[in-house]
């Protein structure tokens, strides 16, 4: 742990090598300044020496970062330190020929070691980890920086050069400096441009930036008094040199990225600022008026103006093909993500439908088979959503081998996939639907892993009762639910019969919705005796729907399709209010009736079912003893632990809890540990065999013990014969429910049997 500051409590950071060597540089840079502005004796020297120090020690810091950072910084620290050892060599041998020359000393060679350290600093910019990865991406942000650096000459020319004579212009030598800040300039926007959206910016960067605003400003104002004659070697401004190398020094000491793998990161790039993407045009407004400004009173333009915006011109000319290069390549990647599934890589729904659509306007024949996989989120629940992605995949590679070049096959979204037949194909539908079903049927392995799903396909072939595509994909989706229905792992093709029931069902179903608002499901009730008096004390509460049409419906007839369409749960309150409020009236009559309700599976999972029995008993004013809630073993054993939790608060509430059809589920035995139930209801399908087999008479002998142990009432459903009844009531049970007692009817008209 790093030691704290006494004041500050802020961690104190270790004086490290590189740390001690920046903290010198720095000092050295503070004492040249104070010789310059102090125009001390040999400052042009100690400018010189101090340039050539700087330079050289920020290339061996960079050689030493790149050592110790991790592979994918190397190569950009590699050219940092290469392109600082030129800068010290460029320093140097202007010292040297300064001082042979006693002027300033612009010769070629000069010239070319510094165009080789703008040369490997760009590149060092283009080595950053943030900088483009593809050549055109580095391509486009060199040239956005050339474009600035471009502008920038004409603009340059009418800041420095307004009031010099033309005849002094005519030096190459004064005039070719205007070049420097220009090129600073340019990189500059090519580090912005590098540096991309991601925010923070990794320091490193930030410094450089520095560095180059610094070496911007001081060859600017070099340039300017050059120009004008006022330059001399030990002038204040020599110092920004020294500081743009310390700022490069800095920079190594500063830590790699906290991702710098070399991988690329997983999801959408940030869009970047407007003012990014419009930054190498900026100058180009100001630069056509400096072309104005900037012809001499002869009405020639200078000749580093003319070839700067020559050259600006073929630039942009070079920039902009490269765009609309770019945006071709795009527009084809957009229209490959709108039309392609991105996990498997088939045609997604938008194509398959457009493809459809082609096929219908060109003439059948026309047939889709619509598969669904069967127990696909069985798989997603237990092994993750990984898996199901990866088993996707793999089903996706299965079906295209399968289908080959008889049909085109889409994934339409999560686990449904379709195949289009047209055209002169010859495959008949039925058998391309069998080879999918043998292609989809599992390995030994995979059959022991339990991953592979089967599939349920539905086949519709284009006839005259279709106006459109979606009636075609309506009419195998129909086969589709009616293969699902006749066992999975098999196909069914649309026939008239099928789509009649379908359309039954659709209106029963919008009917359904209607049921509740329109007060057409009403409730009867079954008793529930006593088995050793004979006294009715309970009954169960059945709901009915008296259908405007249909007349009275049971509950087969409507609640499977309640609780697929979600229904259900509108229906379980309203019954669970009604019965409530019954139940208060009877229980004036017969103190101690209570009143049974069935609760569906996705009830039992909504977190509003405890305010939904409290509300439903305070409003009837009916004591919370009285009312128990029915529920079946399958929708006990899919719950959470909320809903365990929520059933052990209903208890506390006084609500009982009943386990309809016990027996019949799965894991009966280690549920009752864990479920707060207060009665085990025995199933009908082994009361109905009491009379005949004796294995039913030992399972219905064995339950009515077992709920002994456990301190449960037992009451035996579906008792219809004398037989039948005086054998639960041999076992043992207490209570007994059937045809036997009375049938379901009015809770006022319940009675004692006899």
Partial sequence: MLPQDAVSGAPIRPLTLP????????????????????????????????????????????????????????????????????????????????????????????????????????????????????????????????????????????????????????????????????????????????????????????LIGASLVTRAGADAVYVSLVAHGSYAPGHPIDVCWPLSYLLIGIATTRPPPPTCDGAE??????????????????????????????????????????????????????????????????????????????????????????????????????????????????????????????????????????VGGDGTIARLGGDEFAVLVDGDRPVAPERLAERLLAALQPSAGEEDVGVHPSASIGIAEFGPQHASHTDLLRDADIAMYAAKAAGKSAYRTCTPALRESAVGRAELIADLRRAVAERQLHLEYQPIVDLATGAVRSAEALVRWRHPRLGLLAPAAFLPLAEETGLIVPIDRWVIHEACRAAATWRALVPEATVAVNIAAAHLRRPDLIATVTAATATAGLAPRALTLELTESALIDGSEAVLERLAQLRELGIRIAIDDFGTGYSSLSYLHRIPATELKIDRSFVARLD?????????????????????????????????????????????????????????ALHTPR
């Fill in 692 to 748: 005949t087999d004796a294995r039913a008479y030992a399972t219905v002998e064995m339950v009515t013990r077992l709920a002994g142990a456990f301190d449960l009432a037992v009451v035996a459903e579906g008792v219809e014969t004398e037989g039948q009844h005086a054998a639960v009531t041999a076992i043992g049970c207490v209570h007994g429910q059937g045809y036997r007692y009375g049938r379901p009817g009015r809770l006022a």
């Fill in 19 to 206: 740390r001690v060597g920046a903290i010198v540089a720095s000092v050295v840079v503070v004492l040249e300044l104070g010789w310059l502005l102090a125009a001390l004796p040999g400052a042009a020297l100690a400018s010189d020496v101090t340039a050539t120090a700087l330079a050289s020690w920020a290339s061996y810091a960079c050689t030493r970062t790149m050592r110790r950072h991790p592979a994918p910084l190397r190569r950009f620290w590699a050219l940092l330190a290469l392109t600082m050892g030129l800068a010290a060599a460029g320093r140097l041998l202007w010292t040297v020929d300064r001082l042979r020359a006693d002027e300033l000393p612009h010769t070629p060679l000069i010239g070319a070691v510094f165009t080789a350290g703008i040369v490997t600093g760009t590149a060092a910019l283009l080595a950053a980890l943030t900088a483009p990865r593809s050549m055109v991406g580095r391509a486009r942000a060199v040239l956005d920086g050339v474009i600035v650096g471009l502008a920038l000459i004409p603009i340059g020319w009418v800041v420095v050069f307004r009031d010099i004579a033309a005849a002094d212009l005519d030096d190459p030598l004064r005039t070719i400096g205007l070049l420097y800040p220009m090129i600073d300039l340019m990189q500059l926007t090519i580090l912005v441009a590098v540096a991309g959206s991601a925010r923070p910016v990794w320091p490193p960067l930030t």
């Fill in 265 to 402: 990161e997983v999801g959408e790039s940030p869009l970047p600022s407007w003012w990014r993407v419009a930054l190498p045009y900026l100058p180009v407004g100001g630069a056509i008026i400096a072309v104005v400004l900037a012809r001499r009173p002869t009405g020639q333009t200078p000749p580093l103006v003319f070839v700067g915006m020559m050259a600006l011109l073929g630039v942009l000319a070079l920039r902009q093909g490269l765009a609309a290069n770019e945006n071709l390549r795009l527009v084809a990647r957009l229209r490959r993500l709108a039309y392609a599934d991105q996990l498997t890589g088939l045609p997604n729904r938008l194509m398959f439908n457009r493809r459809l659509r082609q096929a219908l306007r060109e003439g059948p024949p026309v047939a889709v088979l619509l598969l669904d996989l069967d127990g696909f989120k069985q798989v997603n629940d237990r092994f993750g959503h990984a898996t199901g992605d990866t088993l996707l995949s793999s089903i996706a590679v299965r079906m295209r081998t399968a």
